[in-house]
């Protein structure tokens, strides 16, 4: 699960924010990590935001023993971020002037939550559900103090937990059915409404929209570039969620093809494909992904700790795993 976000963050980053049609033209189908000009020109990934915080708020976690608010706080604002957000500079901006934590999120409807609750969900693997909800809702409400954002990260880390003692693949229909089932049980009323695509009619909730967009995708038998288009598939959650998803509903069966797919087909690759990543890596564990991606993951989290995600993602496997 957690090698999943580092993989998807590192194949998607070197063309991200890339319309799919122009990043085609320029690379191909991506299937290997690019060439990055940050890591001295070799195919090999140097992280952006999605690893990053996924593992610094990971290191956090297991230095605690568990989800301290304060303490992943601390972990964000030390080091330099790559690709950060604007939500996330927002708080740190807060934070480091000393807003509390609990204050410096703003109310934004970005992935950079969503991106991160990989690590949020460990706790409770050996502890017990309780703790759980308590575990994503505030780590998730540091940086995006929102109701879509926190309900999806609910959401979704229920689903992470699901997948990581699932027997087999879900069907198709399962993964927007079960995040719509889960997130509209911690929405509030807030209504969003698209940036563009063929849904701009749309108002409401982000599981209303998942619900409905989704579904008719499926029904359409869509591929996942054309799918994606119709809702987009940048940063902000009305597009993000139902592209992970379907992405999911079409590829869980083959953990190349989805982060393939996730990386080539949509705009905000990175994120996309760490979410992806971690869904796929959940579900069939680390064995699943190519050889040469494992192989070709340098685990960075900052310019120098090459291996850092290796490292980390062995602890909180011998922590957590059992």
Request: net charge negative; with cysteine; glycine share 4%.
């Given at each position: 699960m957690l090698l999943g976000v580092a993989i998807g963050d590192s194949l998607g980053n070197t063309s991200e924010s890339m319309l799919p049609a122009k990043r085609h033209t320029l690379y191909g189908e991506i299937r290997d990590y690019q060439i990055n000009r940050h890591a001295h020109e070799a195919p090999f990934n140097f992280p952006s935001d999605d690893t990053q915080m996924t593992f610094w708020a990971l290191r956090s976690i297991l230095a605690e023993d568990g989800v301290v608010p304060e303490s992943i706080a601390q972990a964000f604002s030390r080091g330099h971020i790559y690709g950060i957000g604007s939500a996330?500079?927002?708080?740190?901006?807060a934070y480091k002037v000393g807003t509390p934590w609990y204050k410096s999120g703003p109310e934004k409807a970005g992935n950079g939550a969503l991106m991160r609750v990989s690590p949020l969900i460990l706790p409770a693997l050996?502890?017990?559900?309780?703790?759980?909800?308590?575990?994503?809702?505030?780590?998730?409400m540091l940086t995006?103090?929102?109701?879509?954002?926190?309900?999806?990260?609910?959401?979704f880390g229920?689903?992470?937990?699901?997948?990581?003692?699932?027997?087999?693949?879900?069907?198709?229909?399962?993964?927007?059915?079960?995040?719509?089932?889960?997130?509209s049980k911690f929405e509030t009323p807030t209504k969003y409404m698209p940036r563009g695509g063929v849904y701009t009619n749309y108002s409401g909730t982000l599981s209303g929209f998942v619900s409905g967009t989704v579904s008719k995708a499926l029904a359409r038998n869509l591929c996942v570039e054309e799918a994606c288009a119709g809702w987009?598939?940048?940063?902000f959650l009305?597009?993000?969620?139902?592209?992970?998803?379907?992405?999911?509903?079409?590829?869980?069966?083959?953990?190349?093809?989805?982060?393939?797919r996730a990386v080539n087909d949509t705009k905000d690759n990175d994120t996309i494909a760490a979410i992806v990543g971690a869904a796929i890596g959940?579900?069939?564990?680390?064995?699943?992904?190519?050889?040469?991606w494992i192989e070709g993951l340098s685990g960075r989290t900052t310019e120098s700790d090459i291996g850092?995600?290796?490292?980390?993602?062995?602890?909180?496997?011998?922590r957590f795993g059992s």
């Open positions: 996330v500079r927002a708080f740190l901006g050996i502890s017990g559900k309780d703790e759980l909800l308590a575990d994503i809702a505030l780590g998730s995006h103090n929102d109701s879509a954002s926190i309900s999806a990260c609910l959401a229920i689903m992470l937990r699901e997948l990581l003692v699932a027997a087999t693949v879900p069907s198709p229909k399962w993964w927007a059915s079960r995040y719509a089932e889960l997130a987009y598939s940048g940063a009305l597009e993000t969620v139902p592209s992970a998803l379907y992405i999911l509903a079409r590829h869980a069966e083959d953990p190349e093809e989805a982060l393939v959940a579900l069939h564990g680390a064995s699943s992904f190519p050889r040469r850092a995600v290796q490292s980390l993602a062995k602890q909180a496997a011998m």
